[in-house]
């Protein structure tokens, strides 16, 4: 790319998610950071960044992809609440606003290459390359842009959503950090229940003739063949799941609830 000599020339630069990350910096800066990275290999369901801890390196998935993970239960289970791609770069949040990593990082596939900048080196290449945190917010920004966007649309038109697309666990964080009040409907199998949500946190579930946690536990089973839509208007009149509990703890126990059902039964 042409390089660029201030920060309005950043902010006029264009940016491509479907291009590799190194492709679209100066060719010095794409070469600063390979001189200083790491290049490390891992195997489908290897850990490449652990979330929850303090981020120590900027990365970029050279080759393979990986998968970003929901909160990984001891049972190992976990939901995709995205990919990356190769040519991506990730992890850069953890180190611009230096809080702790928000997701675990999995290698997806066996062969996956990625580069690891130090922390240190990343924030003195930031340090001698100010404006490039321009292009950096960019990459953030696309991201959050495309989630808000299909959320946006899934609430405004009451869309069905597949659980494969958008996983339960995902939607129902989104409708707790919003507040959003209301009812998702939700279906797999011929089967068919729902879950009411007040003020973002979940109050009233039923399925079939199970109501309240167990209900709650079997539409969750349905995992990612699950279908669901949301409908703002529509509220049940009585409430059978304790509100005390956050939303996330609910899923979560709900979750492990049934793997523990299901490891005693084989």
Same mark, same amino acid.
């Given at each position: 790319m042409k390089n660029p000599t201030g920060i309005g020339d950043w902010i006029a630069s264009s940016y491509e998610a479907k291009v590799p990350f190194l492709q679209q910096v100066p060719r010095e800066c794409a070469d600063f950071l390979l001189l200083n990275?790491? =290049?490390r290999e891992y195997e489908a369901g290897e850990i490449i960044i652990q979330g929850g801890v303090e981020g120590d390196s900027f990365c970029v998935m050279q080759s393979g992809r990986a998968q970003v993970c929901g909160q990984i239960l001891p049972d190992g289970h976990y939901s995709v609440l995205a990919y990356v791609e190769s040519g991506a770069c990730f992890a850069e949040m953890s180190i611009l606003c230096n809080e702790l990593t928000s997701n675990t990082i999995v290698a997806a596939e066996d062969g996956c290459t990625v580069l690891h900048i130090p922390r240190a080196e990343f924030v003195k290449f930031l340090d001698k390359n100010p404006n490039i945190m321009v292009f950096l917010y960019k990459v953030v920004c696309d991201s959050l842009r495309a989630k808000n966007k299909a959320f946006d649309e899934f609430q405004r038109l009451s869309l069905l959503a597949s659980g494969k697309v958008l996983p339960f666990?995902?939607?129902?964080?989104?409708?707790?950090?919003?507040?959003?009040?209301?009812? &998702?409907i939700c279906e797999a199998h011929g089967e068919s229940g729902f879950v009411a949500f007040q003020d973002g946190r979940i109050c009233c579930a039923k399925s079939g003739k199970l109501a309240g946690p167990d209900a709650l536990e079997k539409i969750l089973s349905w995992g990612d063949?699950? =279908?669901?839509?949301?409908?703002?208007? =529509?509220?049940?009149? &009585? &409430?059978?799941?304790?509100q005390m509990s956050d939303?996330?703890?609910?899923?979560?126990?709900?979750l492990r609830n049934i793997d523990e059902k299901q490891s005693a039964q084989k």
């Open positions: 990275a790491e =290049l666990i995902d939607f129902a964080q989104t409708m707790e950090k919003s507040r959003i009040t209301g009812t &998702v063949e699950s =279908l669901f839509k949301l409908d703002t208007h =529509l509220m049940p009149e &009585v &409430v059978n799941i304790n939303t996330t703890s609910l899923i979560l126990d709900a």
